[in-house]
């Protein structure tokens, strides 16, 4: 198995331009994560999907971060427009089932917004 | 909602002396508990879980954590450890049963490095 892959691997963009990250899970993991890693605030969960349909999406830091997930294969997460204090490592990680099963990341995407 | 404590966020030791890394969470009726470890430019990966039963779980790379639900702690130790054990290492804690999916709350991660 591939893993969960995530692409770009490092985003360097202006602020005030549109990102978007993408992330392929684990074939037949049910749950998708997004997360955000900073020095100040550690790993936050932003939004997770379970079987496609977002369930918890309380983490989203603003309007300008929205995410999809379109099919069980593919999801994205987009800012518009993009801040310098959005710069960070973000995350996807799948998982199987809810609750027990742990989950499996992917290896982020670094992104610098100058 | 759940809490993790890291109590340490930097632990040095030399190369073969054992280490513990501490974790607390906020109490619950039930709860899993998982240690993942982050090596640079990656992502986490599943150290151990605690889902049920007994209370030492051993991981992989010989490391183990002990369940304590009366001191709500679930610390990670290794007996000797090696240079490449080198790394940050987060404590996770999910609550709830059946196949409900909890939130995972991770604490803000332990960096553990070995001297030789």
């Known amino acids: 198995d591939a893993g969960v892959i995530q692409s770009p691997r490092h985003e360097v963009t202006e602020m005030g331009q549109e990102v978007t990250l993408r992330c392929k899970p684990i074939s037949g993991h049910d749950y998708l994560f997004w997360y955000r890693q900073t020095m100040m605030r550690g790993l936050e969960l932003l939004i997770y999907?379970?079987?496609?349909?977002?369930?918890?999406d309380s983490g989203m830091p603003e309007d300008r971060f929205s995410a999809k997930m379109p099919n069980a294969s593919f999801s994205t997460l987009k800012i518009q427009p993009s801040e310098p204090r959005d710069s960070a490592v973000y995350f996807c990680?799948?998982?199987?089932?809810?609750?027990?099963?742990?989950?499996?990341f992917g290896n982020g995407t670094r992104l610098t917004v100058t | 909602a759940q809490s993790v404590t890291q109590l340490d966020s930097q632990v040095p030791v030399f190369e073969e002396a054992p280490v513990e890394l501490r974790c607390n969470y906020s109490?619950?009726?039930?709860?899993?508990l998982f240690w993942y470890v982050q090596y640079p430019n990656q992502g986490l990966q599943l150290l151990l879980k605690?889902?049920?039963?007994?209370?030492l779980v051993k991981g992989i790379n010989g490391f183990e954590a002990e369940f304590n639900k009366s001191q709500t702690s679930f610390h990670l130790r290794k007996p000797s450890v090696h240079i490449s054990d080198t790394a940050e290492y987060f404590c996770a804690v999910t609550s709830g049963g059946g196949s409900t999916l909890g939130r995972l709350y991770f604490g803000r991660g332990t960096q553990l490095t070995v001297w030789p």
């Open positions: 999907f379970n079987n496609n349909v977002p369930i918890d």
């Open positions: 990680a799948s998982s199987p089932t809810g609750g027990r099963s742990p989950l499996h």
């Open positions: 605690y889902l049920s039963g007994s209370t």
């Open positions: 109490s619950s009726v039930s709860v899993y």
